[in-house]
């Protein structure tokens, strides 16, 4: 371990970790992204002598880059954390990223820096489901792994770590409202464990071929950045809010198809007028396992195992670098 004069930085974004409710009993109704990066550090540097072998000789750096309830998180937000970790990551005595960031749109957040940010070095992100004044937050020990993967791990790309389990940001989706492990990589399987300051990888586990979109200093400004919905199919959808969308402008939709893509004769009518209008349709499932598989019935491209809030991401991207190469 070559740890000497290496850092790991912690960048805040808010969420739950750094929530605070009422009393130490309640842990489920407060108020996220209160405590900043600089407390939520000093609360796990704390446990410093129990700190495991690896871990020793880092150094901790922190920026608090936002500070945010996840459901509001935005792209200005995204277009600033992606280029706070690049600058970073171009520091040769930084070692690794953690960012701290809410659970609800988390999966969204990894998805989009796996795709803008090209390195090697490891960039963990984790979370808590209780608040950081509850009396068993979860925040502390998920920030103390997701420091010691930051520490121990390479070429992971960028991955989260919460109760213990590791994901890979490709497959990484929040399955539950308020459980502590509420995130699973359906049918990919987590990849791998952090259990007692050891890191365990699963031997099931394969990291996924990373494809890059775009560097982020070739993103255009955030206001610039394609608007692109998601539309669901259900039973009895209508179509009215796919025309009100293309009248206003949209410039792309992800259709959460209903099992492999399916959807409603009006729902794919208007799609396919949408798409005449210029509209870039891409194909997902609203089944959270799986992907969809193309057949000769699929008149609209399908992202690959991506579900719809990763496939708009990816299109938006997708879309950004149409731009650039005309
Ligand atoms: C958030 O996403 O910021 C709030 C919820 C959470 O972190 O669990």
Not at 162 to 172: D, T
Not at 196 to 213: C, Q
Not at 263 to 283: D, E, N, Y
């Amino acid at each position: 371990m070559q740890a000497k004069n290496q850092k790991i930085v912690v960048l805040g974004t808010g969420g739950t970790i750094a929530g605070v409710s009422a009393s130490a009993n309640e842990g489920l109704a407060y108020k996220a992204a209160q405590r900043g990066i600089d407390d939520l550090l000093e609360v796990a540097l704390g446990h410093q002598k129990h700190w495991p072998e690896a871990l020793s000789d880092y150094q901790f750096d922190s920026e608090q880059v936002a500070q945010l309830d996840s459901k509001d998180m935005d792209f200005e937000t995204w277009m600033h954390l992606a280029q706070r970790c690049e600058h970073w990551l171009s520091q040769s005595n930084v070692a690794g990223l953690v960012i701290t960031h809410g659970t609800d749109t988390l999966e969204e957040t990894a998805y989009f820096l796996s795709h803008v940010l090209s390195t090697a070095k490891p960039i963990v992100l984790t979370c808590a489901m209780r608040p950081a004044n509850f009396k068993d937050a979860d925040g502390p020990q998920n920030l103390r792994d997701a420091m010691l993967l930051a520490a121990t791990t390479h070429e992971l790309g960028v991955c989260l770590v919460a109760a213990g389990e590791i994901h890979h940001s490709q497959y990484v989706q929040k399955v539950h409202p308020t459980r502590l492990n509420a995130f699973d990589s359906g049918e990919t399987g987590m990849a791998g464990r952090v259990h007692n300051d050891r890191v365990e990888w699963l031997e099931s586990f394969n990291s996924p071929k990373m494809t890059d979109k775009l560097r982020v200093s070739q993103l255009p400004p955030a206001s610039k950045w394609p608007w692109v919905e998601i539309v669901m199919n259900h039973v009895n959808a209508s179509a009215l809010h796919i025309e009100a969308l293309v009248q206003a402008g949209v410039k792309g939709l992800v259709v959460a198809g209903t099992g492999n893509g399916s959807m409603s004769t009006k729902l794919k009518q208007s799609l396919v007028l949408a798409q005449k209008a210029g509209v870039q349709i891409r194909l997902s499932t609203r089944c959270n396992q799986g992907s969809v598989i193309p057949t000769e019935s699929h008149i609209f491209d399908a992202t690959s195992g991506l579900s719809p809030v990763k496939t708009r991401v990816a299109l938006m991207l997708d879309m950004m670098s149409q731009l650039q190469s005309h």
